[in-house]
């Protein structure tokens, strides 16, 4: 099993990649592309594309997600709703999947715990407001000691 992680468009090497032992491909959600990575946002045709060859697909949201002031409970809560009801009205993504959100920095503890947890905990989000039904994990070490409690 290969996994590779790739912020554009796969759909003209899926061929390639599968015949190369790729089994999954890891795309990304976010608000909108940047410039210098034009193609990095996840489209229906390229997912539909991907699951037709037989290849698995992991989502990843992330829109900077490269410093701490990147993080706070608002910022999760903007991010995760933007990333569910992508998920659901463009690319069909089926319920109960898992969308993972990214970490593009070494987090100190203290970072993790007064910024990072806060952007992927559900239970800091005021009760009138409600966090979609969807997956969050974070791609640094410090973290999943703080997610495992």
Known sequence: MS???????????????????VTTII????FRNSNQLPEKRLLRPEAQAIAAAGLKLGA???????????????LGFKAGVRAFTYARDEI????????YFSVDFDASTTQTNSR????SSPSSVP???????????????ATCPVHRR
Not at 27 to 30: C, L
Not at 116 to 119: E, R, S
Not at 127 to 141: E, H
Request: glycine share 10%; aromatic share 8%.
């Open 127 to 141: 009760l009138k407001r409600r966090r979609p039904s969807i997956g969050s994990v974070v791609s640094i070490r």
């Open 60 to 74: 990843v949201f992330q829109q900077g997600q490269n410093s701490a002031p990147a993080f706070s409970d608002e």
């Open 116 to 119: 990072i947890v806060p952007f």
């Open 3 to 21: 996994i590779i992680d790739t912020p554009v468009n796969t759909t003209l090497k899926l061929a390639c990649l599968k015949s190369k032992g």
């Open 27 to 30: 795309r990304y959600y976010n």
């Open 92 to 99: 069909g993504q089926p319920t109960g999947s898992g969308i």
